[in-house]
């Protein structure tokens, strides 16, 4: 089926977001070759000079090079961190939370007692049982995140894989939506830079003190629950990039 063009944002921008789209979730890999301006004028029915628009705004971002006798090629791309914004959008998009070339291990599983500040960020009593979560992602063999997630223990019967060590391909927003129907419908993130604990240097293998990205994330319901609370640290000089519409 031929993509649509649709209303309200331009068309070169919806263009240029589903070719972002692409090459950030590994349809479209580095040194492949993105469609020329033909194709795109041709499978989204627009006119040459839009299509032009478009690879020369993916050129100026640094996600696409031209190469004589070859054509429009995806570039390398420096490395990246990913939030938990760009993961849920992910899973949005592909069914999937991690981009290709992700994985993760989960390390621990458990009901443990909720401390003061996870009891205040999921909004339970002092001493509760919570589900905790640990995990570590990785991009091929490198550590590049560790992350700790933690949901209400009321969850345990109706989610139980949530107390398994085996990863979720879909996701904890997804697998919590598919059996407790519990959607996720807003996020809320805090970044900041800090030095790395002695437990973040042994997950990611950097040396004790050195700069790491720390943050935290709410995922809430319809209702304003929240369905999960993370925190999590990665390694620093990973661009995170965000994008955002700007209107009157």
Same mark, same amino acid.
């Given at each position: 089926?031929?993509?649509?063009?649709?209303?309200?944002?331009?068309?070169?921008?919806?263009?240029?977001?589903?070719?972002?789209?692409?090459?950030?979730?590994?349809?479209?890999?580095?040194?492949?070759?993105?469609?020329?301006?033909?194709?795109?004028?041709?499978?989204?029915?627009?006119?040459?000079?839009?299509?032009?628009?478009?690879?020369?705004?993916?050129?100026?971002?640094?996600?696409?090079?031209?190469?004589?006798?070859?054509?429009?090629?995806?570039?390398?791309?420096?490395?990246?961190?990913?939030?938990?914004?760009?993961?849920?959008?992910?899973?949005?998009?592909? &069914? =999937?939370?991690?981009?290709? *070339?992700?994985? #993760?291990?989960? @390390?621990? !599983?458990?009901?443990?007692?909720?401390? /003061?500040?996870?009891?205040?960020?999921?909004?339970?009593?002092?001493?509760?049982?919570?589900?905790?979560?640990?995990?570590?992602?990785?991009?091929?063999?490198?550590?590049?995140?560790?992350?700790?997630?933690?949901?209400?223990?009321?969850?345990?019967?109706?989610?139980?894989?949530?107390?398994?060590?085996?990863?979720?391909?879909?996701?904890?927003?997804?697998?919590?939506?598919?059996?407790?129907?519990?959607?996720?419908?807003? &996020? =809320?993130?805090?970044?900041? *830079?800090?030095? #790395?604990?002695? @437990?973040? !240097?042994?997950?990611?293998?950097?040396? /004790?003190?050195?700069?790491?990205?720390?943050?935290?994330?709410?995922?809430?319901?319809?209702?304003?629950?929240?369905?999960?609370?993370?925190?999590?640290?990665?390694?620093?000089?990973?661009?995170?990039?965000?994008?955002?519409?700007?209107?009157?």
């Amino acid at each position: 089926m031929s993509p649509k063009v649709e209303r309200p944002l331009p068309p070169y921008l919806q263009i240029l977001q589903a070719i972002r789209s692409q090459i950030a979730d590994g349809v479209l890999r580095e040194g492949e070759p993105v469609p020329s301006e033909r194709q795109i004028s041709s499978d989204w029915g627009v006119s040459r000079a839009t299509a032009t628009k478009v690879l020369a705004a993916l050129r100026s971002e640094g996600l696409v090079q031209s190469v004589q006798g070859v054509g429009t090629i995806v570039s390398p791309q420096p490395p990246v961190g990913t939030s938990a914004q760009d993961r849920f959008t992910t899973m949005r998009r592909t &069914g =999937r939370i991690y981009a290709p *070339g992700e994985h #993760a291990k989960i @390390v621990t !599983a458990t009901l443990v007692e909720a401390s /003061e500040a996870i009891a205040s960020a999921l909004g339970v009593e002092l001493g509760a049982p919570v589900i905790e979560r640990q995990r570590v992602t990785y991009q091929g063999d490198d550590a590049v995140s560790a992350s700790h997630s933690w949901f209400d223990g009321a969850l345990a019967d109706d989610a139980p894989k949530l107390l398994l060590t085996e990863r979720l391909v879909e996701g904890t927003p997804g697998y919590i939506q598919s059996t407790t129907g519990r959607t996720a419908c807003r &996020g =809320r993130d805090q970044v900041t *830079g800090r030095a #790395a604990t002695q @437990v973040d !240097a042994e997950r990611l293998g950097v040396p /004790e003190g050195a700069p790491v990205r720390a943050g935290r994330n709410w995922l809430y319901d319809t209702e304003g629950g929240v369905i999960e609370y993370g925190e999590s640290v990665s390694l620093a000089g990973r661009w995170a990039s965000y994008e955002y519409d700007i209107s009157n």
